[in-house]
């Protein structure tokens, strides 16, 4: 596997991170620097992450999650976009919109890196050395994520509340197409 074949698998892999801070942003009332910093290595450290641990725990753990991870993917992010849609009706309660929490960070990390947890797996049987692809992906899911803050955040300026039930309806998508795909 050579490096543009990595860097397009980062990407393809950073899409729902991607998703996710464009969600981010269009919800956050107050978007900075250390908040956006904070999302992007959230998503970036669990998307490097994951490939490492699939690639390491092999077919035996694959065969656990196999059957039912996206399903965990699409609960969490469905309860988070109901979260969100639901926010963007009560102006008065910032808990449901506040994607930079820790706590939300690290459900919505686990959801989004699903899916790089079964890369991680499928490199081990292609006989690639895993930390090469692991710190790219690291390093452009960080980027995307970054990107994805910023354009919500203008797209959430300029649509408000319909920004944010569209963000929370893409959470949601997100979910139904790792069950359906």
């Known amino acids: 596997m050579n490096y543009i074949e990595i860097i397009i ?3 393809a892999l950073s899409a729902d991170a991607f998703a996710v801070s464009i969600s981010g942003g269009v919800s956050a009332k107050h978007v900075n620097i250390p908040k956006s910093l904070k999302m992007a290595l959230f998503f970036g450290v669990f ?31 469905s ?8 926010g963007s009706f009560d102006h008065e309660n910032e808990k ?18 699903i899916d790089a947890l079964a890369a991680g797996f499928s490199l081990n049987f292609l006989e690639i050395d895993i930390f090469v692809p692991a710190i790219i992906i690291t390093v452009v899911t960080f980027l ?12 959430g300026n300029i649509f408000g509340r319909k920004a944010e039930i569209a963000g929370g309806l ?5 979910g139904v197409r790792l069950v359906i795909f």
Do not use: C, E, H
């Not at 995307?144 to 955040?153: A, D, E, H, P, Y």
């Not at 893409?170 to 997100?174: A, D, N, R, S, W």
């Open 47 to 77: 998307q490097g992450l994951m490939p490492l641990i699939g690639w390491f725990a092999g077919s035996t753990f694959y065969y656990y999650i196999k059957d039912f991870g996206n399903w965990i993917a699409l609960a969490l992010l």
């Open 96 to 113: 449901f919109r506040n994607y930079f929490n820790t706590k939300i960070l690290f459900v919505l990390a686990i959801a989004t890196s």
């Open 144 to 155: 995307v994520s970054l990107l994805g803050i910023f354009i919500g955040k203008k797209a």
């Open 9 to 11: 698998l980062a990407l």
């Open 170 to 174: 893409i959470l949601i998508g997100i």
């Open 79 to 86: 309860a988070i976009g109901i979260k969100m849609i639901i």
